[in-house]
C-alpha cells in the first residue's frame, strides 16, 4: 500500500511510546512529504466545557458534546485544536478527508460545539502527530502498527477505552494474541 490516508493505525503492542501506547490514530494526509494523524483514543483529564471556557467562548455546559473529554491528538503542535468531525459544512477553515469525515480548525466550529449547529459526530483533540518523509512507512515495516481502513464506527461509537481492542478485534484480531515483539521470516 502506497497511502495510508484516511485509515486507522493501532498501535502494537511493543509501542511503548507514553504519546502512541495503546493508541489509535486516524491519517489525515500522507504524501511524498510525510503523514499527519490524530491520536482519537487518549482523553485528556479535560473536557469541552473547560476548553471552551478557557478560551472564553460561550457554550451549553449542560450539553452531551460539553461533557466529552479532550483529547490528545498528538505531540506536534498540542496548544492547537482539531475537530475530527462528520460531514458539516460552514466552516472557516474545513477539509474533507472522506464522505464521511472533516477536520476543522478554526474556532467558529468550536462557537457551534454545544449548539444545535454542531456536527453530529466529534471528536475534539489537541495537537497532532506527524511524521517526515518515509518515516510511518519505516515504523510500518518495524511492526510498530497495524492499519485499518477509517470506520466511523470506531471513531465516533466506541469508548476511548474501547477504541484500541475494537480496531484491533475489527481486523479479526484479539489484542491479547499480539505480541510485543517484532519477528521477521
Known amino acids: 500500500m502506497d497511502n495510508f490516508q484516511n485509515h486507522l493505525l493501532i498501535a502494537m503492542p511493543g509501542l511503548d511510546d507514553p504519546m502512541f501506547k495503546r493508541s489509535v490514530t ?3 494526509e500522507h ?3 510525510g503523514a499527519m494523524g490524530i491520536v482519537i483514543n487518549h482523553p485528556m483529564p479535560v473536557k469541552v466545557t473547560e476548553l471552551l471556557s478557557q478560551l472564553q467562548i460561550e457554550h451549553d455546559i449542560e450539553s452531551k458534546a460539553a461533557k466529552a473529554h479532550v483529547c490528545a491528538g498528538g505531540p506536534v503542535q498540542s496548544d492547537r485544536g482539531f475537530v475530527l468531525h462528520t460531514p458539516k459544512d460552514g466552516y472557516t477553515s474545513s477539509m474533507r478527508l472522506n464522505n464521511d469525515l472533516m477536520v476543522t480548525t478554526s ?4 462557537e457551534k460545539l454545544t449548539t444545535e449547529e454542531a456536527p453530529d459526530k466529534f471528536i475534539l483533540a489537541l495537537g497532532y502527530a506527524g511524521w517526515s518523509a518515509g ?3 519505516k515504523e510500518m515495516a518495524e511492526n510498530s502498527w497495524l492499519m485499518i481502513p477509517a470506520d466511523n464506527n470506531i471513531i465516533f461509537e466506541l469508548s476511548h477505552a474501547e477504541k484500541w481492542q475494537g480496531a484491533a478485534h475489527a481486523m479479526g484480531i484479539e489484542v491479547w494474541q499480539l505480541s510485543p515483539e517484532a519477528g521477521h521470516a
Open 26 to 28: 486516524y491519517i489525515c
Open 31 to 33: 504524501n511524498a512529504e
Open 107 to 110: 474556532r467558529d466550529i468550536l
Open 135 to 137: 518515516q510511518l512507512e
